[in-house]
């Protein structure tokens, strides 16, 4: 999936951030390198020694995408 740019809809879907945390590496090869480091960037992720964690503001996002 890298080079592909996600809608931020999309990536609200991914089951690691609904789950709330996981190895970054991970994240980067589901995801692609560059959405990653959007999430990253948007406040939606917190990256710490290799681990991410899904930050208050990216809960909140989960929530509303997943609302149908």
Same mark, same amino acid.
């Given at each position: 999936m890298e080079g592909n740019t996600l809608t931020f @809809?999309? /990536? /609200?879907? &991914?089951? /690691?951030?609904?789950?709330?945390?996981?190895? #970054? $590496? @991970?994240?980067?090869?589901? +995801?692609g &390198? &560059? $959405?990653a480091k959007r999430l990253d960037n948007l406040g939606v992720i %917190?990256? #710490?020694?290799?681990e991410f964690s899904v930050t208050k503001l990216? %809960? @909140?996002f +989960? &929530?509303?995408?997943s609302r149908r």
């Open positions: @809809k999309d /990536m /609200m879907h &991914e089951p /690691m951030l609904i789950e709330g945390g996981g190895k #970054y $590496n @991970k994240l980067s090869e589901i +995801l &390198e &560059e $959405n %917190k990256v #710490y020694n290799g990216g %809960k @909140k +989960l &929530e509303l995408f």
